[in-house]
């Protein structure tokens, strides 16, 4: 229920500011559904109402090949068959598969997709979740290394070479949904609109002409929708990840959902919490967690090395630190964070 209420208070406090400081002047068409563990929320501004409907469906379709929680998905089916046999996949499940494989390369497995076994030993943010033993830990990371995930770019075929091994593509696969999403909306000759899965926020076009959208950045040390600031942008993926999102409290040790593949435990960093501005929504889904893995001096040299990609780093020291394109996007608004 706490992610629940969490998402629900994102998506109100990033669709309000957003609209913040003019009346609309289009009559906005808004449809929200719950997908993938979270509310999705699409809100257009021109364009027929169909093509909320239309979006949906593709939701719906990516949801029912990738998702780990239902049975009999093609990511259910290839998990299965994890040190048994390869699977085939769909276009959508082999695409977001290999990007997250690019993505474990770029981060020498800091970041891992094959990191599911120890996802669910925690399950963080679950009724069942626990603090580990350290052999259970153990006997999870023989299970997790991406370069045991086999890829048959002909065939499309994967293979795990290990039984026991899991993908897990929540890192992910929201990002590739909200590309997708956009890529109907702009079929359909949509030129504005905002997209919000649960925090992974897309938005179209501009707010008004020559006026950029205004998106609030959450406070990592809230679960209150609370921001620390706000940037300016148009035609841009916005992602967050932070401590905030999912943990567990046991005695007075809270453990955040971002684990790390070598160790089997939470990740331990200054980083409290990180914006992704990017062109696609995979992008910016991926990053948000790779980050994590360098901290902020190197996430700081990593991003900023990254072409078309800017991110917004929080410390536990409530310090914010921007990349190079992003400095004259940003307004501070919580004056007790500090721009370093």
Not at 174 to 201: F, H, Q, R
């Amino acid at each position: 229920m706490k992610k629940l209420f969490l998402v629900v208070s994102i998506l109100i406090f990033s669709l309000g500011l957003v609209a913040c400081g003019s009346k609309e002047k289009e009559e906005a068409k808004s449809k929200t559904e719950l997908f993938m563990g979270t509310v999705v929320n699409i809100k257009i501004f021109d364009g027929d109402e169909y093509v909320l409907d239309k979006a949906f469906n593709r939701v719906k379709e990516i949801e029912d090949l990738v998702s780990i929680n239902k049975v009999g998905t093609e990511l259910d089916k290839l998990n299965e068959n994890a040190g048994i046999q390869s699977v085939k996949l769909s276009d959508d499940s082999f695409y977001i598969i290999k990007k997250g494989i690019e993505y474990s390369k770029l981060s020498n497995g800091g970041y891992d997709i094959s990191i599911g076994p120890l996802v669910k030993l925690w399950s963080i943010g679950l009724p069942e979740a626990k603090v580990p033993s350290e052999d259970e830990i153990k006997e999870k990371l023989t299970k997790i290394n991406y370069k045991d995930v086999e890829i048959n770019e002909e065939t499309k075929e994967i293979f795990l070479k290990k039984k026991g091994m899991m993908l897990d593509l929540g890192s992910i696969a929201k990002g590739y949904t909200a590309d997708e999403i956009v890529k109907i909306l702009k079929e359909e000759g949509v030129k504005k609109a905002v997209v919000d899965l649960g925090g992974n926020v897309y938005v179209l076009g501009e707010k008004e002409k020559d006026k950029p959208w205004k998106i609030g950045i959450q406070n990592p040390f809230s679960d209150r929708g609370d921001v620390v600031g706000a940037i300016y942008v148009k035609d841009k993926s916005i992602v967050t990840t932070g401590i905030y999102e999912r943990f567990l409290e046991k005695g007075d040790k809270k453990y955040h959902h971002i684990l790390n593949p070598k160790t089997g435990y939470p990740y331990e960093s200054e980083i409290a919490g990180v914006t992704i501005i990017s062109d696609k929504s995979i992008d910016g889904d991926a990053l948000s967690t790779l980050v994590f893995t360098k901290g902020i001096n190197e996430g700081m040299k990593f991003i900023n090395n990254l072409e078309g990609v800017d991110a917004i780093f929080i410390d536990v020291n409530k310090n914010i630190y921007l990349t190079d394109g992003i400095e004259d996007k940003f307004e501070l608004i919580n004056k007790d964070f500090k721009e370093k």
